[in-house]
C-alpha cells in the first residue's frame, strides 16, 4: 500500500508512516528518496515553516518523454549515445547497437528523450497534452532530418513525406513514455536552494537528485545523493559528528516565517505518475494527471 501520510510528533520527529491501508510503518531512521514535487505534497503541516522544507518552493520538477521506436530494418549507428541537433530530441542510442538486452544485427531499436517538451522545460510546445501519435510523428519528421537516406516516407507519419526514395527504414510499433514531474528545472540560481541530506528533523534525511550535490538531476545524482544520505544516517548510527548543514538563504527564512502551514495534500492515485515516474499516459492516468497537476495541460 502506498504512503499515505509522514505522521509527526509535536517536536517534529517522525512518529511514523501512515499508508493507506491504514497500517502504520516505524522505524529508527526515515529517509526519503522521493522527487521534490512530490515531497512538497507529503511535507508534514508541523515542518512547514521551517526554513529548510520551503527551500523546495524554488524547485520544480518538469516534463520529459521518453521514447522506444523499433524499426523493421537496420539504421547506420555508431556505438554510444548521441547527443541530437535536433530541437526536439536532445540524446538518443540505437539500443540494437549499444545494449546487450536489445542487440539485433537486423533491425534497430532507438530510445529517445524528447525534450524539452513543455513550456515549463523551455520549449513552445505543450507537447505533454500531445497524443502519442502527434508525438511519433513529429519525432519521425526529426529522425527524417538525422537519417536523411534512411527513414522513409510513410503515409501514416505525414512529417516523414519529403523523405526520398532512397530511405527504406519504417517504424514496427513504439511506446510513449510521458514523466511530467521529471527531474528539476536547473535554470539559473536554483543551486543555492538545493537541501543538504541532513534535515532538521532528528529522524528523517533526505536523498534523491534533486538535494545538495555537485551533479544535476540525473541517475549520477540520484546514486549520489543517495550515497551522502547513506553518510548521514551511518554518522548517526555511530554517534558521529554530522556534515555541516547547508546555509539557507535569508529570502527562504523569511518566507518560512510568514508561510501559512496547511494539511499536506498527499498524492492522489497509484502507479509510477502519481509519485513523480513515468508510464504510458492511459486515460485513467490522463484523468489523475489532470485533477493533481492542471497545468501540464495549459
Known amino acids: 500500500s502506498p504512503v499515505k501520510e509522514i505522521v509527526a510528533d509535536d517536536d517534529g520527529s517522525v512518529n511514523h508512516l501512515l499508508l493507506r491501508s491504514g497500517e502504520k510503518v516505524t522505524a529508527d531512521e ?30 520544480e520538477g518538469i516534463p520529459v ?39 539485433d544485427d537486423n533491425e534497430s531499436m532507438l530510445e529517445l528523450v524528447f525534450a524539452p517538451c513543455s513550456p515549463l522545460a523551455g520549449g513552445n510546445v505543450n507537447w505533454i497534452s500531445k497524443s502519442d501519435e502527434d508525438i511519433i510523428d513529429a519525432t519521425m519528421g526529426e529522425l527524417a532530418r538525422l537519417f536523411p ?28 513514455v510521458k514523466v511530467p514531474r521529471s527531474v528539476y528545472a536547473a535554470i539559473p540560481g ?9 534535515t532538521p528533523i532528528p529522524n528523517f534525511t533526505m536523498a534523491g537528485d534533486w538535494t545538495s550535490q555537485k551533479y544535476l538531476g540525473s541517475m549520477e545524482g540520484a546514486v549520489l545523493g543517495g550515497k551522502l544520505a547513506a553518510e548521514v544516517v551511518a554518522k548517526k548510527a555511530k554517534g558521529m559528528e554530522l556534515p555541516v548543514e547547508k546555509e539557507i538563504q535569508p529570502e527562504i527564512i523569511a518566507a518560512a516565517r510568514a508561510y501559512v502551514a496547511k494539511e499536506p495534500l498527499g498524492v492522489k492515485g497509484e502507479g509510477a505518475i502519481a509519485f513523480g515516474g513515468g508510464a504510458c499516459l492511459t486515460i485513467d492516468n490522463e484523468m489523475l494527471l489532470r485533477e493533481a497537476d492542471p497545468v501540464q495541460f495549459v
Not at 543551486?191 to 543538504?196: A, F, G
Request: proline letters at 6%; charged letters at 30%; a positive charge.
Open 30 to 59: 526515515y529517509i526519503s528518496a522521493m522527487p521534490v514535487d512530490i515531497m512538497k505534497r507529503m511535507t508534514p503541516k508541523k515542518w512547514q515553516n521551517m526554513a529548510y522544507f520551503r527551500q523546495f518552493d524554488e524547485l
Open 65 to 103: 518523454i521518453n521514447l522506444h521506436l523499433w524499426f523493421d530494418r537496420k539504421l547506420k549507428a555508431v556505438d554510444h549515445l548521441c547527443f541530437s541537433r535536433s530541437p526536439l530530441l536532445s540524446v538518443y542510442a540505437d539500443m540494437s547497437v549499444t545494449c546487450r538486452e536489445y542487440y
Open 149 to 176: 537516406t534512411e527513414i522513409a516516407a510513410d503515409e501514416k507519419w505525414p512529417a516523414t513525406k519529403n523523405q526520398g526514395p532512397q530511405g527504406k527504414a519504417k517504424l514496427r510499433k513504439y511506446a510513449v
Open 190 to 198: 536554483r543551486n543555492k536552494y538545493r537541501p543538504s541530506q541532513r
